[in-house]
């Protein structure tokens, strides 16, 4: 939780958009992947942002909180 209210500090101060995604270990890789894929497009779209060309929606960066 401190990490979370540093990442939420961080990224308030920097005007950085912050999506934060629910994860479950028992879900389905494939499940998480595109809800991943449809919240990030419902977020850029909320902010007349376009995803950029270079992301592939067929492969995953890691995050280590």
Request: aromatic share 8%; proline share 3%; with cysteine.
């Amino acid at each position: 939780k401190n990490n979370d209210k540093i990442k939420n500090k961080f990224c308030k101060n920097n005007n950085i958009i912050l999506i934060r995604i629910k994860y479950v270990r028992s879900e389905n890789p494939n499940t998480f992947k595109k809800k991943v894929i449809e919240r990030l497009e419902r977020e850029f779209a909320k902010h007349n942002m376009t995803i950029p060309s270079e992301a592939d929606k067929e492969t995953f960066g890691t995050c280590n909180d």
